[in-house]
């Protein structure tokens, strides 16, 4: 065997540099990216430059979006979520951060292009030292009950947590499986809306972290600004890191109905009727829960959402609906725990729904309010769930509902033949909400709620679902209906001062006060547009 001849130096220190470059390379989106001295906090070891994460926190449940972050902060305590805000503050160069809860945006909200996504339910650890759902029912009245909540938690854990006091919180989303801090930054609306408005309005303090990287307590008592601010603000102003939720005592049986029509008038008339009783009226208390959807070919009365119907009734449902076009589902609610019939008789006399297409049924309160995840599920179960999902939600004034129901739902929705997915309509009352709040709503007592709750089946056939969003955006802008997006992402300034309305000057100078750097929520795109 022949000698071994040792390398020369120049080709060793030429093989080493090569080395070190690669691994540089490698790490490129830190040391570009973000300021090198963050290895200096105790924080570093949770902050994650690994290309598998970074792409994790890409993009949300729309996918739609995709916006790569420099990396992904696994806090362990609010500690973390301080100091990464305070340095990014008093840096030369600050950076994006955004809090991301289970990623349920549909448009990037969620997401920090070159800058740090903080991934919240990392929260929800052993570090905490107990639980971080704390129920107080000490209080005489009932209207001082409440539920200190970590706002990395999901709903659906704040309700079993509850229930074992015998308590809820007031107000629900649809689903459960969202964060506390994720809807109270938009508003976090359902059937209950017209009756306790929405989760924002539900809430008496909140813990914040401003954009300066200050830990604030406030309520509409203590630092009102930030906290009127930061409901329903996009997560502009802070990360809420805890809220105080209000509850009332929670019923054990819900009696659950869907009522069906194909007059839209009557189907409209109906709903405003039933949100404006007032709670004890002529001794009848009102319902609980009211919402409504379209019944078409492809957004039948049984999706994913709500599987109600049987399947004799739901065929029976679908030859109507290719009758009529469009058939509209009422679905109301009743709670109780021991009679429910004479009263849910005495509110549901008179409406004007089809003969004979009234369906009930009991349920727990659980299953009532968790009734999504069921559908979640199966549509998990057969690789449905983890596709694009191009939804849109409006709030439509009551005095056009009636137009939109001519240009959208006759016009626009059923010459398409390829909706997939639920199509949500309900009204709800402007008096529930708070317009100190940065929320925005239609300036009509009543205003309906549209959701067009519509998906892909596939990665690649989603374009036309968005254009149809385009179509309906257009329709409403050409008609002159002032509607008002929720859930909004707009691309340009211009659009944001629109959709604010009398509310911008004061949502811009509350920027300046809390978040002056324009660190917080840079997906939202409302100071980066």
């Not at 409440?146 to 947590?161: F, I, M, N, P, S």
């Not at 006091?165 to 109270?184: E, I, K, M």
């Not at 809430?203 to 307590?217: A, F, H, P, S």
């Not at 189907?267 to 001794?283: A, C, K, P, V, Y």
């Amino acid at each position: 065997m022949g000698k071994t001849t040792p390398l020369p130096l120049s080709i060793v220190l030429l093989l080493f540099i090569s080395c070190l470059m690669s691994i540089i390379g490698k790490l490129r989106p830190w040391t570009s990216l973000l300021p090198p001295e963050l290895l200096s906090l105790d924080l570093a070891t949770r902050l994650h430059i690994d290309p598998e994460i970074t792409s994790l926190a890409s993009t949300d449940f729309g996918k739609l979006v995709r916006v790569i972050p420099a990396a992904v902060l696994y806090p362990l305590s609010l500690d973390d979520i301080v100091a990464l805000i305070r340095f990014s503050f008093r840096s030369s160069v600050p950076f994006g951060i955004a809090a991301r809860g289970r990623g349920h945006s549909v448009r990037g909200q969620a997401t920090a292009h070159k800058g740090v996504v903080v991934d919240m339910r990392s929260l929800d650890n052993d570090h905490n030292n107990g639980s971080r759902i704390i129920v107080d029912r000490s209080s005489p009245s009932v209207n001082n009950w409440y539920a200190d909540v970590g706002c990395e938690q999901l709903w659906v854990d704040v309700l079993h947590a509850t229930l074992e006091h015998g308590l809820a919180p007031r107000s629900w989303t649809d689903y459960l499986y969202l964060t506390v801090g994720g809807t109270l930054s938009n508003a976090g609306i359902s059937g209950q809306s017209f009756r306790h408005g929405p989760q924002i309005s539900n809430v008496y303090e909140m813990d914040v972290v401003t954009g300066r990287g200050e830990l604030v307590t406030c309520s509409p008592q203590t630092n009102s600004e930030l906290f009127y601010a930061v409901l329903g603000g996009l997560g502009q102003f802070g990360i809420i890191t805890r809220a105080r939720i209000a509850l009332e005592p929670a019923p054990t049986k819900v009696r659950w109905v869907r009522l069906l029509y194909h007059d839209f008038i009557a189907f409209t008339r109906d709903q405003e009727h039933l949100i404006s009783f007032n709670n004890g009226s002529e001794g009848i208390k009102g319902l609980d829960y009211v919402e409504g959807s379209l019944v078409m070919n492809q957004s039948p009365a049984n999706n994913w959402r709500s599987s109600f119907f049987s399947p004799d009734d739901h065929s029976r449902i679908i030859s109507l609906a290719n009758e009529h076009g469009i058939l509209y589902s009422l679905e109301v609610a009743k709670y109780y725990d021991d009679e429910v019939d004479g009263e849910l008789e005495a509110l549901l006399k008179g409406l004007s729904f089809i003969p004979d297409l009234i369906f009930a049924k009991d349920v727990s309160y659980i299953d009532f309010l968790n009734r999504v995840r069921s559908g979640e599920l199966e549509l998990q179960s057969q690789g449905l769930w983890d596709v694009p999902h191009p939804w849109l939600n409006l709030f439509v004034p009551k005095s056009r509902i009636l137009d939109f129901d001519s240009g959208a739902f006759k016009g626009i929705l059923r010459q398409n033949n390829k909706i997939s997915g639920p199509i949500l309509v309900y009204p709800m009352n402007r008096n529930k909400w708070d317009d100190r709040m940065s929320a925005v709503i239609p300036e009509e007592d009543i205003f309906y709620s549209i959701g067009l709750l519509l998906q892909s089946s596939g990665t690649h056939d989603w374009e036309h679902l968005e254009e149809q969003n385009t179509e309906i955006l257009r329709f409403c802008e050409k008609a002159g209906i002032k509607i008002k997006q929720y859930l909004p992402r707009y691309q340009t300034k211009a659009e944001w001062v629109n959709h604010f309305g009398p509310k911008w000057d004061t949502f811009k100078q509350r920027k300046t006060k809390f978040d002056p750097k324009a660190i917080l929520s840079p997906g939202q795109g409302v100071f980066t547009s």
